[in-house]
């Protein structure tokens, strides 16, 4: 366990709080462009959906990066402890920030009545969220690109905005009011995809 | 030197994985979006119709119709308490302090007649004899009320807004809509035809799509290709070459560009193919060039901005910061677009939008602001790689070199 803390720590000190605090950045700066006071249900959705669930792809992506010089990776995968674990740890560690992250700008909104069910919006635009860290996961695992990483979950939501669920069905993001079906496909996707690209990249190394 | 090195880097991004995967994402939105544009291309106006929306809206909104709109507006906001306003698309609840809202209500007697207390019993009149869920709340402009003191009036509502008010003359233009009729329908289909040259509607409608994925897509490209010497640790083989700094990253530039345009070209063909099968036999006289203008004239300008953004910041941080800085500009010019999403309003987007083989009146009423987007944006661009040359160069030279970040290495040569 100590050990598991120990990277987490190391994690969160060289790598992660970077992302982290860009993503608060966009977060606490965003009642500046977009209102989070007053909203209707239709309101506080879109801000969710396209604004909020944006950090995902911050927070998820970059989960390889540490490794992404080549002797790096070979000296880490020559340890004891597992590549895979280290990886899980990050993704936990991204999870975590998200879930306070979204819980706290979801209680602010409220506070400023606006109008949505706290839990199931919560649980849609977490899922969301893993759906275009997972997408960035598997295409930075797949690729080992970090910027084809960034550019899959970027498209998709380009997509999405351009296609609308007439294209995309199931997998549409957007779809808190419309369908909420979608959120519970997109949240398996991120997952599978999630595991998929760390799979991949550990059989890579 | 520069055509040697320009052909190699055409080679080099014609081999990477995604350049093809920025090809794919071209083709398959292209595809998504416009595909099936053969069957659904304009027909001329029937008489009798059900409606004629495909064919626009009316142009000639008078501004009598601006003014009950924005009345109407005004007072339902003052009423409630509470403004909506769209800086970046989304909506944000506006509310105004008690001297706002006191200069509010004046403003409101000042332009309709009507003293602020008795804004209630207006709006119970009307909503008796309108539908509340399907009619907005229009008022009259009091008499002798012209229309430069209404604007007048309402520039100074837009100051207590701020941005994304809908008090604006253009916002409130492009959110007064009215339904053709069927004299209204031919004159907008003439246009299309005899001004617009059939092509030039679709090509402009062609240029709105890609304008989206141009102001993204490059951005990748880029940055992996920028990113590469570094990776394969090239840089310094490559500072050591007798090429200077200008010709190596102009040389990039161009071929970055080149490439980048090349498919986008290749697709502006479909709309004009599809705009001359669907003619044939008609009286109708194609622009048969409209997809070169606006290729260029519309979308490099977009290409060359994001190209350039990418090399700057990758130059600059030899991270993948420019995605980033051009995901959260793109992002924010998709939102502000989706007001003038119509066309005619085309700004300082970076991305002007025009969803529309339609509204030619629009286009050429917002031609110069366009013209001078775009050239504003080309402009930025050569700034950009002007700067990026710069850093290169420094970086040659060893003065900014370290790890690739900037400014760590600050030591004198005689301290270190």
Same mark, same amino acid.
């Given at each position: 366990? /100590?050990?598991?803390?120990?990277?987490?720590?190391?994690?969160?000190?060289?790598?992660?709080?970077?992302? #982290?605090?860009?993503?608060?950045?966009?977060?606490l700066?965003?009642?500046?462009?977009?209102?989070?006071?007053?909203?209707?249900?239709?309101?506080s959705?879109?801000?969710?959906? %396209?604004?909020?669930?944006?950090?995902? #792809?911050?927070?998820?992506?970059?989960?390889?990066?540490?490794e992404?010089?080549?002797?790096?990776?070979?000296? #880490?995968?020559?340890?004891?402890?597992?590549?895979?674990?280290?990886?899980?740890?990050?993704?936990?560690? $991204?999870? *975590?920030?998200?879930?306070?992250?979204?819980?706290?700008?979801?209680?602010?909104?409220?506070?400023?009545?606006?109008?949505?069910e706290?839990?199931?919006?919560?649980?849609? =635009?977490?899922?969301?969220?893993i759906?275009?860290?997972?997408?960035?996961?598997?295409?930075?695992? +797949? $690729?080992?690109?970090?910027?084809?990483?960034?550019?899959?979950?970027?498209?998709?939501?380009?997509?999405?905005?351009?296609?609308?669920?007439?294209?995309?069905?199931?997998?549409?993001?957007?779809g808190?009011?419309?369908?909420?079906q *979608?959120k519970?496909?997109?949240?398996?996707?991120?997952?599978?995809?999630?595991?998929?690209?760390?799979?991949?990249?550990?059989?890579?190394? | 030197?520069?055509?040697?090195?320009?052909?190699?880097?055409?080679?080099?991004?014609?081999? $990477?994985?995604?350049?093809? !995967?920025?090809?794919?994402?071209?083709?398959?939105?292209?595809?998504?979006?416009?595909?099936?544009?053969?069957?659904?291309?304009?027909?001329p106006?029937?008489?009798?119709?059900?409606?004629?929306?495909?064919?626009?809206?009316?142009?000639?909104?008078? &501004?009598?119709? +601006?003014?009950?709109?924005?009345?109407g507006?005004?007072?339902?906001g003052?009423?409630?308490?509470?403004?909506?306003? @769209?800086p970046?698309?989304?909506?944000?609840?506006?509310?105004?302090?008690?001297?706002?809202?006191?200069?509010?209500?004046?403003?409101?007697?000042?332009?309709?007649?009507?003293?602020p207390?008795?804004?209630? /019993?207006?709006?119970?009149?009307?909503?008796?004899k309108?539908?509340?869920?399907?009619?907005?709340?229009?008022?009259?402009?009091?008499?002798?009320?012209?229309? &430069?003191?209404?604007?007048?009036?309402?520039?100074?509502?837009?100051?207590?807004?701020?941005?994304?008010?809908?008090?604006?003359?253009?916002?409130?233009?492009?959110?007064?809509?009215?339904?053709?009729?069927?004299?209204g329908?031919?004159?907008?289909?003439?246009? +299309?035809?005899?001004?617009?040259?059939?092509?030039?509607?679709?090509?402009?409608?062609?240029?709105?799509?890609?304008?989206?994925?141009?102001?993204?897509?490059?951005?990748?490209?880029?940055?992996?290709?920028? !990113?590469?010497?570094?990776?394969?640790?090239?840089?310094?083989?490559? @500072?050591?070459?007798?090429?200077?700094?200008?010709?190596?990253? %102009?040389?990039?530039?161009?071929?970055?560009?080149?490439?980048?345009?090349?498919?986008?070209?290749i697709?502006?063909?479909v709309?004009?193919?599809?705009?001359?099968?669907?003619?044939?036999?008609?009286?109708?006289? !194609?622009? @048969?060039?409209?997809?070169?203008?606006?290729?260029?004239?519309?979308?490099?300008? =977009?290409?060359?901005?994001?190209?350039?953004?990418?090399?700057?910041?990758?130059?600059?941080?030899?991270?993948?910061?420019?995605?980033?800085?051009?995901?959260?500009?793109?992002?924010?010019?998709?939102?502000?677009?989706?007001?003038?999403? @119509?066309?005619?309003?085309?700004?300082?987007?970076?991305?002007?939008?025009?969803?529309?083989?339609m509204?030619? $009146?629009?286009?050429?009423?917002?031609?110069?602001?366009l013209?001078?987007?775009?050239?504003?944006? *080309?402009?930025?661009?050569?700034?950009?790689?002007?700067?990026?040359?710069?850093?290169?160069?420094?970086?040659?030279?060893?003065?900014?070199?370290?790890?690739?970040?900037?400014?760590?290495?600050?030591k004198k040569?005689?301290?270190?």
């Amino acid at each position: 366990m /100590e050990k598991y803390c120990a990277i987490g720590k190391n994690q969160l000190r060289h790598n992660a709080w970077l992302h #982290i605090l860009v993503c608060a950045a966009m977060l606490l700066f965003s009642p500046l462009v977009l209102g989070i006071q007053n909203l209707d249900q239709v309101q506080s959705a879109k801000v969710l959906e %396209t604004y909020v669930a944006l950090i995902g #792809i911050i927070l998820f992506t970059p989960v390889f990066l540490p490794e992404q010089n080549r002797d790096l990776r070979d000296l #880490i995968t020559s340890k004891y402890t597992r590549i895979t674990e280290i990886y899980c740890i990050r993704i936990l560690l $991204s999870l *975590t920030a998200a879930v306070l992250m979204v819980a706290t700008y979801m209680t602010v909104m409220k506070s400023g009545r606006c109008e949505m069910e706290f839990g199931k919006y919560y649980f849609g =635009t977490m899922a969301e969220i893993i759906a275009f860290g997972g997408l960035g996961v598997f295409a930075y695992g +797949l $690729s080992d690109n970090l910027i084809i990483g960034y550019m899959a979950p970027l498209v998709y939501y380009a997509a999405a905005i351009g296609m609308g669920a007439k294209y995309l069905k199931k997998f549409y993001p957007f779809g808190m009011i419309s369908d909420f079906q *979608t959120k519970y496909w997109l949240l398996a996707a991120g997952i599978i995809l999630m595991a998929a690209g760390v799979i991949i990249r550990y059989k890579k190394s | 030197m520069f055509l040697r090195l320009f052909q190699k880097e055409c080679a080099q991004v014609g081999k $990477s994985l995604i350049y093809w !995967l920025y090809v794919v994402c071209l083709v398959v939105f292209f595809s998504s979006q416009m595909g099936s544009m053969k069957d659904n291309m304009l027909q001329p106006p029937e008489r009798g119709q059900d409606n004629y929306q495909a064919y626009g809206f009316k142009e000639d909104v008078t &501004e009598q119709d +601006l003014m009950r709109k924005a009345l109407g507006e005004l007072a339902w906001g003052y009423y409630y308490g509470s403004f909506t306003t @769209y800086p970046v698309g989304y909506a944000k609840d506006v509310r105004l302090s008690e001297s706002e809202q006191e200069e509010v209500g004046r403003i409101i007697n000042e332009t309709t007649g009507i003293e602020p207390d008795k804004i209630e /019993e207006h709006l119970a009149a009307y909503f008796e004899k309108h539908d509340v869920t399907t009619e907005p709340y229009l008022i009259e402009p009091k008499k002798g009320l012209t229309y &430069e003191a209404f604007l007048n009036e309402m520039e100074k509502v837009t100051d207590m807004l701020g941005p994304g008010s809908s008090f604006t003359e253009e916002s409130l233009k492009s959110e007064t809509r009215l339904s053709l009729d069927y004299e209204g329908a031919v004159k907008a289909y003439e246009n +299309l035809t005899d001004k617009d040259g059939y092509t030039g509607g679709y090509t402009r409608l062609f240029c709105d799509y890609m304008g989206i994925m141009a102001g993204i897509l490059p951005i990748f490209v880029v940055a992996t290709r920028m !990113l590469r010497d570094r990776r394969a640790q090239m840089q310094d083989l490559i @500072y050591a070459r007798r090429a200077s700094s200008a010709v190596i990253i %102009t040389s990039r530039f161009a071929a970055m560009t080149v490439m980048m345009m090349a498919p986008i070209i290749i697709l502006s063909l479909v709309p004009t193919v599809d705009s001359m099968i669907f003619t044939k036999g008609s009286q109708i006289s !194609l622009d @048969y060039l409209a997809f070169l203008k606006y290729d260029f004239g519309w979308l490099l300008p =977009t290409v060359l901005a994001v190209t350039a953004v990418g090399m700057f910041f990758t130059e600059l941080t030899d991270t993948a910061l420019g995605v980033l800085v051009q995901a959260a500009w793109w992002f924010i010019s998709l939102q502000i677009g989706v007001a003038g999403i @119509y066309g005619g309003q085309y700004g300082w987007n970076l991305i002007p939008r025009h969803n529309t083989e339609m509204n030619y $009146s629009g286009f050429k009423e917002g031609f110069t602001q366009l013209a001078m987007n775009r050239a504003f944006y *080309t402009l930025l661009a050569a700034a950009l790689i002007a700067a990026t040359i710069w850093i290169y160069e420094k970086k040659r030279k060893g003065h900014l070199k370290r790890r690739g970040k900037i400014l760590r290495n600050r030591k004198k040569p005689t301290q270190a």
